[in-house]
C-alpha cells in the first residue's frame, strides 16, 4: 500500500527570519541525464568554474535508456545498459576534465557517498590547482518495467517505486530503492550537506509547444511541451527539495540558506533563435567532443570512452541545435537598485528563494550590509520593480505558491511588496492572481515587468502560456485593472522590457521568433529585426533607442546609431542615458561584465565570479559620494557586488 501523500510545502511570505552567513562560493546543479549540464547550463557552469567555485553536479538517472552506445556506420550492438550508463558517466569525467583545463583522461577518485535513509551513490571526484569537481550519480532507471517514463511517473504516483541501476565498474555494489519522499529527502540531504550558495537546476515549467506526434518523437519531448520528460520531472523535484531545504531551516529555528538559484531552458532551445556567437558556441561544443567519446579511446574503462552518438561534431550538425543556445528559465536584469533619500543605495533580489534588500553601508562606499529578510518565498529567481512618484519602491514576483507532486496542486502566482515610505520598511505581501485561468497554464507564466508612467500609474507585464503578454494597471489610488492580453497575437520570448518616452508613451519589447515585437501604448508596432535575447532601450524625446544582439551574433545592434555599436559578447545587455550618451552593461566573449560610456570600455577581471545578468544604475554625483555609472549583481559567493568603473577602482 502507498505511504500517504505527504503535503507539499507551502508559501511562507513573512519576513523577518535571519539569513546565513557565508562568503565562500559553492555551485551545485541538479540534472536529469549525463550530458544536460553541458547542452544547457553551459557556459554558465564553465565560467564558475574558471573562477575557481567549485562544483559538484548530481545526474539523477542513470541515463541508460535502451542500453545502446550507437556508433555511426557500424553495427548495433546488444542492449547493455550497465554498460552504457556507465560510458556516459566516463564521458562525463572526459568533459569536466577539459573544463578543469586537464587532459580528458585525467585520473578520477571514484568512492561512494552515505545519502539519507543509508542510500549510497557513487562519487567521482577531481582537483586541480585548487579547483574541484564532485559527480553524484543516484542512477535512478529512465523507464519503469512497463516502459513509462520513470520520473514523470515517480513525480505524479505515490505508489510506484524505483530501483537504482548498477553502472558497471562503479564501487557502488548494492541498489536501493526510492519513492517520492524519499528522492526529495535524499535532495534535501545533498544540499544540506554542501550548502551551495548557487543553485542551477533545469526547467520545471516549460512552454506549452504544440507539435504533431511524428515531430515530437523526433524532438524527444514529452505531449505538449518544449522539453524532455524527465527534465521536467528532475527539475519539479529540484525545486521541491530546496523549497523543503529552506522550510526546514526555518522550522527548525535556524538561519535561512544563501543561494541564488537559476534554471535552465532544455529543448525550448530547438523553437527559438539561438543566441550563442561563435566563439562561445565553439568553447561549448569543444566540451561535449570528449563528452561523446569515441569508441577508439583509450579512456580506461571497458564499458566505454562516452556517449558516441554525441562526440565529434554531432553536437553542432545537430539539427534540433540545443548547444546553439543557453536560455535561463526566469531572465532578469539583475538587482533592482534604487537611491535612497540619503544617497546611498539599495539592491533587492531573491536569496534562498525569498526576497531581500541589502543595503550600502555608506555613500559611495560600494560596500553592502547582510542582507535583510523581506520573505515572499518561495519566489522564482528574478524580481520585477517599479518606483513611484513619492519614491516609493514596489516589487513584483512568481511565488511558487505550491509546489507538491502525487497529484498535488502545482501553483504560481504573481506578488506584489509595496513600500509603506521612500526607503522605509513594507507592507505585507499581497497577491495579484495569474494572467491565466487553471494551474497547468498558469505555470508558464514569466518575470513580471513593470513601469511608472507620468501620471502615476503602474503598468505591470507578465509574458503568458500563449507566449503573448498580458498587462495589469495599479492606479494612482492603489487599486489595480483586471488582466488583459495585449493585442496582436504574436509569440515572444520572455524577457520583456518596459520604458516610457520623453513624451510620456509606454514601450514594450521582446525578442520573438521572427522579429523583435514592440507595443506603444498597449497597440502593436512595426516589428524590428530578430534578436536572440532580451532587448535592452532607452527613452529618447519621441520613442526609445533599441540595443541588442541578432541571433548567434557578438556584435551589438543599435537603432539610435544605426547600425551596429562597439560592443561584442553575449546575451542580454542593459543600457541607460547619461550626458556622455549611452551607457552599456553586459558579457564579453570570454563572460566578463564589461561596461561602455562615452566611446570607451571598461572590463571587470577581479571579484566574486558574477551570476546571472548586472544590473546598471546611474548614481548622481555630490557631496558624499561619487557618481556615474555603476554595475550591481550578485557574485558566486551569494553576496552582491558593486562595480564603479568610470569614477573608482572596481570593488
Known amino acids: 500500500m502507498p505511504s500517504p501523500r505527504r503535503a507539499g510545502p507551502t508559501a511562507d511570505p513573512a519576513p523577518g527570519m535571519p539569513i546565513a552567513r557565508t562568503r565562500r562560493a559553492q555551485l551545485m546543479q541538479f540534472a536529469a541525464h549525463p550530458d544536460d549540464d553541458l547542452y544547457f547550463m553551459n557556459p554558465d557552469t564553465q565560467r564558475m568554474l574558471d573562477a575557481g567555485v567549485p562544483l559538484v553536479s548530481v545526474y539523477v538517472t542513470a541515463g541508460e535508456h535502451t542500453g545502446r552506445n550507437r556508433v555511426a556506420g557500424m553495427p548495433e550492438t546488444p542492449p547493455d545498459r550497465a554498460a552504457y550508463s556507465s560510458a556516459r558517466h566516463q564521458g562525463l569525467r572526459q568533459a569536466y576534465a577539459t573544463l578543469l583545463g586537464l587532459d580528458m583522461f585525467a585520473p578520477w577518485q571514484k568512492g561512494v557517498v552515505t545519502l539519507h535513509g543509508g542510500r549510497r551513490a557513487e562519487i567521482d571526484t577531481l582537483v586541480h590547482n585548487g579547483r574541484r569537481v564532485e559527480l553524484i550519480f543516484l542512477n535512478l532507471p529512465m523507464h519503469t518495467s512497463r516502459r513509462y517514463m520513470a520520473l514523470p511517473a515517480l513525480w505524479h504516483d505515490r505508489a510506484l517505486e524505483l530501483r537504482a541501476h548498477l553502472s558497471a565498474g562503479s564501487p557502488v555494489d548494492r541498489s536501493d530503492t526510492y519513492d517520492h519522499d524519499q528522492l526529495v529527502d535524499v535532495l534535501v540531504g545533498l544540499l544540506d550537506r554542501y550548502r551551495p550558495t548557487v543553485v542551477q537546476t533545469l526547467d520545471p515549467d516549460p512552454d506549452i509547444q504544440l507539435s504533431d506526434e511524428a515531430t515530437r518523437k523526433r524532438d524527444s519531448e514529452q505531449p505538449g511541451y518544449s522539453d524532455h520528460g524527465d527534465h521536467t520531472a528532475v527539475a519539479c523535484f529540484s525545486w521541491e527539495a530546496l523549497i523543503r531545504w529552506v522550510a526546514g531551516t526555518a522550522r527548525s529555528g535556524g538561519t535561512i540558506p544563501a543561494f541564488v538559484a537559476t534554471a535552465f531552458r532544455g529543448y525550448y532551445n530547438r523553437h527559438w533563435p539561438k543566441n550563442l556567437p561563435p566563439q562561445v558556441l565553439k568553447e561549448k561544443a569543444g566540451h ?46 539583475g ?4 537611491t535612497r533619500p540619503d544617497g546611498r543605495l539599495d539592491a533587492y533580489g531573491v536569496l534562498g528563494l525569498r526576497a531581500v534588500r541589502w543595503r550600502e553601508t555608506e555613500r559611495g562606499s560600494g560596500l553592502w550590509g547582510e542582507p535583510e529578510d523581506l520573505g515572499g518565498g518561495p519566489l522564482a529567481p528574478a524580481l520585477g520593480s517599479a518606483t513611484l512618484p513619492d519614491g516609493r519602491v514596489l516589487l513584483f514576483g512568481v511565488r511558487f505558491a505550491a509546489l507538491g507532486g502525487h497529484g498535488g496542486p502545482n501553483r504560481r502566482e504573481v506578488v506584489l511588496l509595496e513600500q509603506r515610505s521612500p526607503g522605509g520598511p513594507f507592507l505585507a505581501w499581497r497577491g495579484l492572481g495569474n494572467p491565466e485561468r487553471g494551474d497547468d497554464r498558469g505555470r508558464r507564466i514569466g518575470v513580471p515587468v513593470a513601469v511608472t508612467a507620468r501620471d502615476g500609474r503602474v503598468h505591470l507585464f507578465v509574458r503568458d502560456a500563449d507566449k503573448g503578454v498580458s498587462t495589469r494597471v495599479r492606479e494612482a489610488d492603489g487599486d489595480w485593472s483586471a488582466w488583459r492580453v495585449l493585442e496582436g497575437g504574436v509569440e515572444v520570448q520572455d524577457g520583456l522590457n518596459a520604458v516610457v518616452d520623453g513624451s510620456g508613451r509606454i514601450h514594450v519589447l521582446a525578442a520573438g521568433r521572427e522579429s523583435v515585437a514592440h507595443w506603444i501604448d498597449g497597440r502593436l508596432a512595426d516589428p524590428l529585426p530578430l534578436a536572440g535575447d532580451p532587448v535592452s532601450a532607452v527613452p529618447a524625446a519621441r520613442g526609445v533607442g533599441v540595443y541588442y544582439r541578432r541571433p548567434a551574433d557578438k556584435a551589438l545592434l543599435s537603432s539610435a546609431s544605426g547600425g551596429n555599436a562597439s560592443f561584442d559578447g553575449y546575451g542580454p545587455v542593459a543600457a541607460a542615458a547619461d550626458a556622455d550618451g549611452t551607457v552599456l552593461l553586459g558579457r564579453d566573449l570570454r563572460g566578463r561584465i564589461q561596461l561602455r560610456r562615452g566611446g570607451r570600455l571598461w572590463t571587470r577581471t577581479q571579484g566574486a565570479a558574477p551570476v546571472q545578468a548586472a544590473a546598471l544604475c546611474l548614481v548622481p554625483g555630490g557631496p558624499g559620494g561619487p557618481g556615474g555609472p555603476v554595475a550591481v549583481g550578485l557574485g558566486a559567493d551569494a553576496h552582491p557586488w558593486l562595480w564603479r568603473p568610470v569614477a573608482a577602482p572596481q570593488l
Do not use: I
Not at 553536437?315 to 546553439?324: D, E, I
Not at 538587482?335 to 534604487?338: R, T
Open 288 to 333: 561535449l567532443v570528449p563528452y561523446g567519446g569515441d569508441p577508439s579511446w583509450e579512456c580506461g574503462n571497458p564499458s566505454g570512452c562516452g556517449d558516441y552518438g554525441v562526440g565529434g561534431d554531432r553536437p553542432l550538425t545537430n539539427k534540433k541545435g540545443w548547444v546553439r543556445a543557453t536560455h535561463h528559465r526566469w531572465p532578469g536584469t
Open 335 to 338: 538587482p533592482a537598485v534604487v
